[in-house]
């Protein structure tokens, strides 16, 4: 049966809710990560059937981790304006159809994995789908504020499985990337979990800004941002990066620190709903990591130092 939120809307196709299911935008911002480490471990143009095949494979691996937190968290998914139009909510895709979907878009993406690139990136592509399901979203998520922190390792993953769908092999510069990403989630979550705080609370999901004031959440935000930054400027001399890249991480991080910087002091100020302008941080994380990482893709063919 359809939920009753839906009547009055447009219907949805089982097809678009099927990939409703997988969170394409969460799938756009992983394969933002994924391809420029590829260029970068070939230090130049990989083979385009490689890349296409990563890219697939890594997208049905995203998609099924997707699909199992869906599954896993539709009763607080209910609960919260956010998530209550998520196809296991609203009855357009059943429990079990949706475990199904998971399990096979989870195996096909190893087996393609290891059929199309290698063994390691495989290995590395089921790790990371354990790592969202299991330790994030049954371990983490709905016990310790710190959920997002170490949960998430599963979406710095990608950055490991291009590199390693290249080379065959892990080095210290996808570690170093690793980390940037790792040290981006706090500060790119923690303002999406401010504006959406009500639904955290309804759902008693709890995430850091629903048990500590905005000013305590900012200080921690400035904490991770230079965190981020110093280890993208770890990357220069380790792999070596040249003249684009290094401008890149200086001038996107400085401006990104600036922004977490403003934020705090917004929130010094006593500042709250849309005049503490918590997105302007969320938003601004996806626009450092897009231009950090396009710099990451360009800069082999640029670098004179290699």
Sequence with gaps: MIDERRRGSKPRSKFRAYIALTKPRVIELLLVTTAPVMFLAQRGLPDWWLILATLIGGSAAAASASVFNCYLDRDIDAKMHRTENRPLVTGEVNPREALIFAFALGIGSVFWMGGFTNWVAAGLTAIAILLYV????????RHTTQNIVWGGAAGCMPVLIGWSAVTGSLALEPFILFLVVFFWTPPH???LAIKYKRDYDAAGVPMLPSKVPPTS????IILYAWAMVLSSLVLIPLAPMGPLYISV???AGAWFLYECYTFVRRAKQGLSGTRLRAMKV???SITYLSVLFLAVAIDPFLNPFV
Excluded: D, E, S
């Design 249 to 251: 991480a200086v001038l």
């Design 134 to 141: 299991v330790f994030y979203t049954i371990m983490l998520k």
């Design 282 to 284: 969320f938003h601004g």
């Design 189 to 191: 979550y923690w303002p």
């Design 217 to 220: 959440v900012g200080k921690q």
